[in-house]
């Protein structure tokens, strides 16, 4: 199965400003996505990412609070823009393996915004 | 729309006994199924999945699950419990468009 290292693994960041979270996947995948875990809950998919197009969201995320790269079939990026406390969360990204219908998660961001 | 329920939000089993989770899924055409542990301030670890085939699904850990088609289910269980299988247990399904949805969760406690 695919491996996802995902940066930083935690942050404590001031209200207002943004934090970039990245997922490298050791092998090329078709689709990634990325989820939020609020305190005490399950896993919420935010988007899914495809390479070449644009990411499509779910309902209650927008584009300019949650902007997603996927420049290639290895690498994606979130971005939690102007941030409040209640972003506080844990991130994660996951992959899907193009070859055994696997699905492998990143280790998750742990974000605590102040 | 398509989503899976996990009917208890909280089970407390004695170390030694058996264990059963719910999972429920809504929807027409039958998803593959996930099933999922999470430790506290840990990561998602993969217990078994199901795509076809056999309906009872042998995963790590001694865990277990069996799909029913006709409960729309896929039921988690380990017949003897250990201490380190307190955790939070999540199921989760795919359907056509390939995104993964999971339940609410079910955090398990086990007593001594």
């Known amino acids: 199965s695919a491996v996802i290292s995902q940066k930083p693994s935690r942050d404590i960041c001031q209200r207002g400003t943004s934090l970039t979270i990245q997922c490298q996947v050791d092998?090329?995948?078709?689709?990634m996505f990325w989820y939020r875990q609020q305190p005490g809950q399950s896993l919420t998919l935010i988007a899914t990412?495809?390479?070449?197009?644009?990411?499509?969201?779910e309902s209650g995320f927008v584009i300019d609070k949650f902007p997603i790269s996927r420049p290639n079939l290895t690498f994606s990026t979130l971005t939690v823009s102007n941030m409040s406390p209640e972003d506080s969360s844990i991130y994660l990204c996951?992959?899907?393996?193009?070859?055994?219908?696997?699905?492998?998660f990143g280790s998750g961001t742990r974000l605590t915004v102040v | 729309a398509q989503s899976v329920t996990q009917p208890d939000i909280h089970i407390t089993v004695s170390e030694g006994a058996s264990l059963e989770l719910r999972c429920n899924y809504s929807?027409?055409?039958?998803?593959?199924l996930f099933w999922y542990v999470q430790s506290p301030g840990q990561g998602l670890q993969l217990l078994l999945k199901?795509?076809?085939?056999?309906?009872l699904v042998q995963g790590i850990k001694g865990f277990e699950a069996e799909f029913k088609r006709s409960q729309s289910s896929f039921n988690l269980r380990k017949p003897s419990v250990h201490w380190s299988d307190a955790a939070e247990y999540f199921c989760?399904?795919?359907?056509?468009?390939?995104?993964?949805?999971f339940g609410a969760g079910t955090r398990l406690t086990v007593k001594p």
């Open positions: 996951s992959a899907q393996d193009r070859y055994n219908y696997g699905y492998t």
């Open positions: 092998s090329q995948v078709t689709m």
């Open positions: 990412a495809n390479q070449g197009s644009e990411a499509t969201y």
């Open positions: 929807y027409g055409a039958t998803p593959y």
């Open positions: 199901y795509f076809s085939g056999d309906t």
């Open positions: 989760a399904v795919v359907y056509n468009n390939n995104d993964m949805r």
